[in-house]
Structure formats: structure tokens, C-alpha cells
């Protein structure tokens, strides 16, 4: 009885909603000219039918900090159904919850109806696991339920393109100018119904330079291991996000910080734990943020091959030592880190296939005689195989001349190129001579590269 009364008081039935600030033109900082063209049109033509309609989320948050947002997405009190009914190119999607994108030209944006959350309301459609987690939670409701059921105070602000204000109803802005990141709400409750909220967190924070709340922040460390219950795939969409944010460096520090990472990428610890590696990961998302940030597209492959390739090596070297020939010793090591993570992160196949590639080409930059490193430029993954390669130089794990080596290869003429196998004729002897003794670090797979002066030649 007590505990129906109470659902009824919190999920707003009893009382008015709570009435939220009502910032005007002016006093925010948006530019109604930032809005898109499809997004202003999509909120007239419901706002034109009698429905509420606002800019919500991410990008109202975003153009408050003056960033271009990446996306419009729309909040309105029609259903799915009567939004679908006026626009001719739209379509309803989403099983969990139902939206509809709505198109104009080349631009979508995502319409949401408002909806509830609170679980203490009885007539909630809502189930969660035994962790709290909510496994669904389809029920619409009223504007000021669509603000609370949002994660973050500066990701529940609504924005009118035709009045031009911003409703904010749990001071979003403030926080948004004190550059203040919140949860709404108790955030254990709140990272207990939906752990990625906490790889949200670090997300938000590094990438749009916000400092976690300390009451926000404090039960992250202790409910990490929350991560190991949310399925694989959006632990992989949420981690691709903060991995291609452009603050990748910063945000895989600061998961490392809070020990989140040991949910989506247990492999880090030990990569992290030895010095190369530690470097190497660090170069890897550096150059990827600096790649971000200049607009040129990251490749998703790459990253988990930058980010698992310290363990392939420490992998490889066990397998090796115990004598197995470099190749297949290296096809293990790399099938074992795959194995391994698959469980935590549902890396698709796609990338996986990009990550073996990149790995598997690493041993074959080491030989530079005859034909091989011709046939190594065709290879349709080349030029990440190369980039992989000088992130390894970079860091130190390979002498940087190999790198310079294949810079000048790839860039000289004929005769050049010929010129540079050439140099190599006679280390090449010495190389059969050694073959007969047993197998070298540096042939087949390998991952380690000779001293520049060594059997591969080094570049005169
Ligand atoms: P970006 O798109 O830049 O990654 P965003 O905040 O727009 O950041 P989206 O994933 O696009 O992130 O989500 C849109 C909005 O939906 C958020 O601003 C937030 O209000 C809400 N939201 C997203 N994920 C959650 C979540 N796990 N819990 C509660 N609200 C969420
Ligand atoms: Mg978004």
C-alpha cells in the first residue's frame, strides 16, 4: 500500500511535474543558426501539429560548450506512430525502445517520445536483473520523466529551435558552465540500472573536458565489476566511441584510474604493466586522437590491434620459448588474444580480420630482400600494417630506422628501390649460413627486428 502510494507520489501522479528553468534566448549560447536544417524543420512540423517538440541531449550540451554536435536527436509527446504519420520519408526503428528517424536530403535525425522511468511506479513496464539493471524499460511519459530518466544533468536539456530556450530541470546548464559532469539522481542506483553509464562518464569527462562530480565519481571504482553483466556489443559500442572520441589517450587513463577497464579490456593490466607496452598503447591512441581530431577516418581494427598487440608479443614469446617455430607461434599467440577477449568485447568480425592482418604483417616489415617487400605493398592493409609498424618504432619496441627504411621504400623510384635489396646481398649469406644453425627472431614470425646493421641491411 505504502510502497503504491509512494511509486504514484515519485512517478508524478500525485503531484505536478516539477517545473523546470526556463532559460531564454541569450542566456545560453546557442545560435539557433547552429541547429540543422532537418532539425528545425522536424520540430516545426510538430510543434506546427499541436505536439511538443525539442533538441535534446548531446547536442544541446554540446553547442552550450560552443562544440558542433555530431547529431540532432528530437524529444516530442507524439508517439511513434504520429510522428511517423507526418513525415513521408521516416521510419520507425528500435525494438527495445521504438523511435523514428525521420530524413530530409542526406540528414536523419532520431524523434523519441518522452519517456518514463521511475522504478517505483508499479504500472512500469520495466524488469531488471538482480543487480538492478534494467533489462527494459518501454513506457512513455510526461517531459520532465524524459529529463530524469537521462543520465547526466547536461545530457537532460531541451532546447525549442522556435522560442530559442533551453528548459533545464536539474541544472544542467549550471553545470554545464561550472563544466560540471552530474548524475541525475542517487549514481550508484543509476550506474546499478545501467552499468555503461560509468564508461559514459569517462567518456563525457575526458572527451568534452568536464570533471566528474565527486558524489558521481565515488561508487565507479566499487561497481565496476558491473561492467561484466552488460552485453558484449554495447560494451563494444560504447568503448568504439570512447576509443574514436579524439581523447582516447586521456579517457583509457582515466578508465585505468577508476579500474574499469578490467571489464572491457582486461587485457590492458598486463599491457599497461611493462614499460613498451605501456608506451605503445600510448602511441597507438595518441596517433589516433591526433587522426580524430584533423577529421581523417580511424580504423576500429587498428586500435584493438594497437591495444592487444603487447599481449600478442608476450604471448608469442612463451609459445616461442617453448620451441615452436615463429609462424605458427605467432597464429597462436594471436588466436589466444582473441580467445581471451572475445567474452568481454564483441569485437565484429570485421575488425577482427583487420587485427590479425595488421599482427600477421608485422614480422614480414622485417624482410627486406628480393621480392618480399614488393609483394608486402600490394597487400591491401598496407598502409595500417606501415602505420602499425611505426607506432612500434616510435615507442622504441623496434630500431626506427626499420620504419625509416620502409618510408624511403615506398616513396624511391625503380632503380632507388633497387638499390635498397640491393644493399642487402651480402647480409642475405650470411643469413643461409645461420639458417642451418636453427631459426631467427627476425624471419617468418619473428616480432623483433634486427639491429639496423644487421642481416635485413640497413638502408645506405
Ligand atoms: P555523443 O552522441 O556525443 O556520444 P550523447 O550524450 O549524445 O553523446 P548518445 O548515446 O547519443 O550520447 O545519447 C543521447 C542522449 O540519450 C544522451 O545525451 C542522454 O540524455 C541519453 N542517454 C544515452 N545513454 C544513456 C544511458 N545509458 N542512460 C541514460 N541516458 C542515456
Ligand atoms: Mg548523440
Keep these: 500500500m505504502i510502497r503504491r502510494f509512494l511509486g504514484r507520489v515519485f512517478s508524478g501522479r500525485l503531484f505536478r511535474p516539477a517545473q523546470p528553468k526556463i532559460i531564454p534566448s541569450g542566456a545560453h549560447g546557442i545560435d539557433s543558426r547552429s541547429i540543422s536544417s532537418c532539425a528545425q524543420r522536424t520540430t516545426q512540423m510538430l510543434q506546427r501539429h499541436g505536439f511538443a ?99 547526466f544533468t547536461v545530457n537532460a536539456l531541451f532546447y525549442d529551435p522556435a522560442t530559442q530556450e533551453v528548459w533545464d530541470y536539474h541544472d544542467g546548464v549550471a553545470d554545464l558552465k561550472k563544466r560540471r559532469l552530474r548524475m541525475i539522481g542517487d549514481p550508484e542506483r543509476r550506474y546499478r540500472e545501467d552499468p555503461i553509464r560509468m564508461l559514459r562518464a569517462v567518456r563525457l569527462a575526458a572527451s568534452r573536458g568536464l570533471e566528474i562530480d565527486a558524489a558521481t565519481r565515488r561508487p565507479i571504482r566499487r561497481l565496476a565489476g558491473l561492467l561484466a553483466h552488460v552485453p558484449p556489443s554495447r560494451l563494444l559500442d560504447e568503448m568504439l566511441k570512447l576509443l574514436l572520441s579524439g581523447h582516447a589517450a ?82 597462436r599467440a594471436m588466436d589466444h588474444v582473441m ?61 626506427s630506422m626499420i620504419g625509416e627504411w620502409w618510408e624511403r621504400f615506398q616513396r624511391a623510384g625503380e632503380s632507388e628501390r633497387a638499390q635498397m635489396l640491393v644493399s642487402e646481398g651480402e647480409p642475405r649469406k650470411r643469413r643461409r649460413r645461420r639458417r642451418r644453425r636453427g631459426p631467427r627472431s627476425d624471419e617468418g614470425g619473428g616480432m623483433r627486428g634486427p639491429t639496423p646493421t644487421g642481416a635485413q641491411g640497413a638502408p645506405t
Aim: positive net charge; hydrophobic residues 40%; contains cysteine.
Design 53 to 151: 517538440a525539442f533538441v535534446v541531449g548531446g547536442a544541446v550540451r554540446d553547442l552550450i560548450l560552443g562544440r558542433k554536435p555530431k547529431d540532432f536527436d528530437i524529444a516530442t509527446d507524439a508517439t511513434p506512430e504520429e510522428v511517423r504519420a507526418l513525415f513521408r520519408r521516416s521510419r520507425i526503428i528500435g525494438r527495445r525502445f521504438r523511435l523514428v528517424h525521420v530524413m530530409c536530403g542526406p540528414e536523419t535525425v532520431e524523434v523519441s517520445t518522452f519517456r518514463g522511468s521511475n522504478p517505483a511506479d508499479e504500472t512500469d513496464d520495466r524488469v531488471a536483473d538482480e543487480h538492478g539493471r534494467i533489462l527494459r524499460d518501454n513506457v512513455f511519459g510526461n517531459q520532465e520523466q524524459d529529463a530524469t530518466r537521462r543520465d
Design 250 to 331: 586521456e579517457a583509457v587513463a582515466q578508465l585505468r584510474k577508476e579500474g574499469l577497464h578490467h571489464g572491457v579490456l582486461p587485457l590492458l593490466d598486463a599491457a599497461m604493466g611493462r614499460a613498451a607496452g605501456e608506451r605503445f598503447v600510448e602511441a597507438a591512441l595518441r596517433s589516433t586522437d591526433e587522426r580524430v581530431l584533423s577529421g581523417k577516418p580511424a580504423m576500429p581494427g587498428f586500435l584493438f590491434a594497437a591495444l592487444l598487440w603487447p599481449e600478442v608479443e608476450a604471448e608469442y614469446k612463451v609459445i616461442a620459448e617453448k620451441g615452436e617455430p615463429p609462424v605458427p607461434a605467432l597464429y
Design 339 to 399: 580467445r581471451t577477449q572475445a567474452g568481454k568485447l564483441a569485437i565484429p568480425h570485421r575488425h577482427g580480420a583487420d587485427m590479425r592482418e595488421i599482427w600477421a604483417m608485422q614480422p614480414r616489415f622485417l624482410q627486406r630482400a628480393g621480392r618480399r617487400p614488393f609483394r608486402l605493398l600490394e597487400h591491401p592493409r598496407f598502409r595500417a600494417g606501415y602505420d602499425f609498424l611505426r607506432l612500434r618504432c616510435s615507442s622504441g619496441e623496434i630500431e
